[in-house]
């Protein structure tokens, strides 16, 4: 059996996701034919660093555009549209079609089956975090022959929302804390002693705070230095300077960061660095403030007070997809956040036993790593009869492997 993992995407935040479970699977079955595959230096740096840290040696390829007319629309369209992360699949056909099986992150692989005819590849989703919102769990989901899921919520919302086929999904904790360091990061900010608020708005336009109330939350610690602020969004916020989501269209532009809150001295911003991805200032960190992140569970790891922006006016209470906001205060906007802060702190005792169930219904986590446990449920599906899709698919020819589609990493 040949098994890859991938990891396309304009960011490394996913890596993390679904790399332990490729390394705990050379632990367990080195006789398994394991490649990694990347699409940028920075993702095959990242790789890399976690393969050479834990000791393991697993080779790994980065695939690059081929075809002229998808490089040329890379090139004038990439500011806006993920041409790359869509295109490297048409582009390497021949390269997945020698894969027995693909362990992917995200959702954009389904292309190999549901356009390019490729319904023998075993396509296993390792997801990649345990939020809430609804597009985690729209039917596109059911298209994967097996789904690696966090936690018993996780597994209900994919049975009932998404279709998923109960033996198609293995419940096996959350890889990504296989990686927790052992002592909460302290950054040089917090050396004063304040508390440390992070401020973690989303991405999409129709979800997050940062288009409505960002500048204003930023504004407000400009002017009260009571907390420190990390000032930590979603990776992909500032990586274009247009955000265009897909699940609900919309379109909205992130701007820039005033130096002012740059030079702050009890502001730290960071827009996309390793840091965003490993925990770092989930950890660190001593309240939430955000919105609809996933991170909202990381940071309940270790219990501390939340606060939430409702900057879309949505009747949350409800709504599954906003369950998270039963963990802490919500508020409407930021014209009064240092009180709201304050009273998210003392009203903290209050909410921590709907903070730990929830913390444990996202994640079944046991003595055995995460990671381990994938690793099995990996093997256990490669033997298993390869899942073919109702709806039918459209044929691709394949070609054989050509060498020259990849990068020796």
Not at 9 to 30: E, G, N, T, Y
Request: with cysteine; glycine share 6%; proline share 7%.
């Amino acid at each position: 059996m040949k098994i890859g993992f991938l990891f396309n995407h304009d960011q490394i935040h996913q890596v993390a996701h679904s790399l332990p479970v490729a390394m705990a699977l050379a632990r367990r079955a080195p006789s398994q034919d394991i490649v990694i595959a990347t699409t940028s230096g920075r993702l095959t740096e990242e790789v890399r660093r976690h393969l050479n840290a834990a000791g393991i040696d697993l080779p790994v390829v980065q695939l690059r555009l081929r075809k002229p007319i998808t490089r040329f629309a890379a090139r004038h369209l990439e500011a806006v549209l993920p041409i790359s992360k869509i295109g490297i699949y048409r582009d390497n056909l021949d390269f997945f079609a020698s894969l027995d099986a693909l362990v992917v992150a995200e959702k954009t692989s389904l292309l190999l089956k549901s356009r390019y005819g490729l319904d023998g590849l075993r396509l296993i989703h390792t997801r990649h975090g345990a939020g809430d919102r609804a597009i985690g769990f729209n039917k596109s989901s059911a298209g994967f022959d097996h789904v690696l899921v966090s936690g018993p919520k996780i597994r209900e919302r994919l049975i009932r929302d998404a279709g998923v086929a109960p033996e198609r999904l293995s419940t096996v904790g959350y890889p990504k804390f296989d990686l927790m360091p052992a002592n909460p990061p302290r950054l040089p900010i917090q050396a004063n002693g304040k508390p440390t608020v992070l401020y973690n708005p989303h991405v999409s336009p129709h979800l997050s705070s940062w288009y409505r109330h960002g500048r204003a939350v930023l504004d407000h610690f400009l002017h009260d230095d009571r907390y420190n602020l990390i000032f930590a969004p979603h990776v992909m916020l500032f990586h274009r300077r247009f955000v265009l989501t897909i699940d609900k269209l919309r379109v909205d532009r992130p701007g820039l960061i005033d130096q002012r809150v740059l030079d702050a001295p009890n502001i730290h911003v960071d827009l996309g660095s390793r840091a965003c991805t490993d925990m770092t200032y989930t950890a660190a960190a001593d309240i939430y403030l955000g919105d609809v992140s996933s991170q909202i569970y990381e940071f309940l790891y270790r219990p501390r007070p939340c606060l939430f922006l409702n900057s879309h006016g949505v009747d949350w209470q409800d709504d599954a997809n906003y369950a998270h906001w039963q963990t802490g205060p919500v508020i409407g906007g930021a014209h009064d956040l240092g009180a709201a802060l304050d009273r998210a702190v003392a009203s903290h005792a209050d909410y921590l036993p709907i903070q730990r169930e929830m913390f444990s219904r996202s994640f079944d986590l046991t003595d055995e790593p995460s990671a381990s446990r994938a690793a099995d449920a990996v093997l256990s599906v490669l033997d298993r009869p390869t899942f073919r899709p109702v709806v039918p698919l459209r044929p691709a020819t394949v070609r054989p492997v050509d060498q020259s589609s990849v990068v020796a990493a």
